[in-house]
């Protein structure tokens, strides 16, 4: 119940308070997964609402407990949660290294939601260290492989895209925007992925 608050416009108090239950039902049952799952869930509750502090308290627990357990797929998710977070504090290489470890796990599981969601977010602290080209690449390789798969971000993921893409555009104007993002979503999601980890 509480993921169904995240992108909501109301009641954010509730879900919140959904999610803090849970996280005790599940430390009472000594349930480390279910553990992990209510600070995701804590931590995108708290993102979506701009308190970044508390989501970055929040994910970095998560973490914690899916070293212990081995949940790859949550561990890449939070390398991205906290790369948003470091792109926030104009802490750009830092996010485009968390993202990058994350994008590796996804490619490792050869995770396609995961891969495409890490390629968008990639460009945003690409773009803030100057490549924006290169964002641009990155963003049109993540909207194929998203196309490919029939579905969308998430509605955190979505608004922060949204601005990574709006910035770049505005930097690179429509003509230099489009030939780019095209040259990205033209790569096989193989390409993109060398293109995206191959220069660090």
């Known amino acids: 119940l509480a993921v169904t608050g995240i992108g909501s416009s109301g009641e954010i108090e509730r879900y919140i308070e959904m999610a803090r239950q849970s996280l005790e039902m599940f430390r009472k049952l000594e349930d480390q997964p279910g553990m992990a799952q209510a600070y995701n869930i804590l931590g995108e509750l708290a993102r ?9 308290l929040y994910y970095e627990e998560c973490l914690r407990i899916v070293q212990i357990t081995g949940e790859r797929m949550r561990e890449a998710l939070q390398y991205e949660n906290l790369g948003v977070l470091a792109h926030y504090r ?3 290489q830092l996010a485009a290294e968390q993202m990058r470890r994350g994008l590796s796990i ?3 599981l ?3 939601y995961g891969l495409a969601m890490a390629l968008a977010t990639l460009a945003g602290p690409i773009a803030r260290l100057g490549d924006y080209e290169k ?10 492989e998203m196309e490919a798969l029939g579905t969308n971000q998430q509605p955190v993921d979505q608004i922060e895209i949204g601005k990574f893409r709006a910035s770049v555009l505005e930097a690179l104007g429509e003509e ?3 030939e780019a993002w ?3 979503h033209d790569l096989s999601i193989d390409e993109a992925l060398e293109y995206a980890l191959g220069s660090q």
């Open 90 to 92: 104009d802490q750009y």
């Open 182 to 184: 095209q040259a990205g």
């Open 110 to 112: 050869g995770t396609s």
């Open 135 to 144: 964002a641009a690449r990155l963003l049109g390789a993540a909207d194929a």
């Open 106 to 108: 996804f490619r490792e």
């Open 176 to 178: 230099a925007f489009q």
């Open 48 to 56: 979506w609402t701009e308190d970044y502090e508390a989501a970055q």
